[in-house]
């Protein structure tokens, strides 16, 4: 008799090759700054918002032509829900960081559209999150280990469809290089987007998928001014090690994922 794989295998491999991402205990230890927080304004709606990306088309094609509510679970600033701005009548921005929130706020009373805002970690701040039309979650899922909790939140908090982006393989893969030569540290090749997906296929979401070159980041994401302290952050390298960097980086520039995954599925809200 053919072994059956366990029920939630994909999750358990989705766990796996995410943990393989964490750092040495030595390597934080000496670390000037913790390497794994965001500045909001990477993450502020700017010039450079692309309004019909394919994340956003396939979020419009579900949403009403009038009156639509999204929930944006992992808001940031607002660059996933505002371009469904004027198709969504009402926002509903959801993220662990104050700071976020407040550009989201900033960003959706621009717009002149309604908004709502939960202050708290997805799926723990379920509950108190209001159910909406179409649920949006971008550039979030890779920090998600626990993820079945996370996505059937998601889908229950969706009347119609849920849509997720994400690159289509780790965002710190762009960092490996510099990994290695300043640590001498490998680092994994996975997960990717066939991972989530391979998850939602496991919970019966029926999800469907297609990938495209990636959004514009906003202006202070690609700042040159701003690429050595970040990289120096998440490197876990001093200030004094600057100019090395900055030399290092300049010979070899970083392979940034250029390709996102856009997943969809129907909504699971009562």
Sequence with gaps: MTDQPAPDAAAVRWADLLGGWGLPQAILDQAPELPWGHEPRRFAVDETLDRDTMSARWAREVLPLVGGTVVDVGCGGGRSSLTLVPTASELIGVDRSGAMLDEFVEAAATAGVARRTVHGTWPEVADSTPVGDVVVCHHVLYDVPDV?????ALSEHAQLAVVVEIPTRHPMSALAPAFRHFWDLARPDGPTHHDLVAVLDELGLQPEFTTSMRPMLPAFATDPDTLVPTARRRLCLSAERDEE??????????????????????????
């Design 245 to 270: 960097l900055a030399a290092w980086l300049d010979a070899n520039p970083l392979p940034w994922p250029d390709t996102v995954a856009t997943i969809r599925w129907p909504g699971t809200a009562a």
């Design 148 to 152: 079945i909790p996370f996505l059937v």
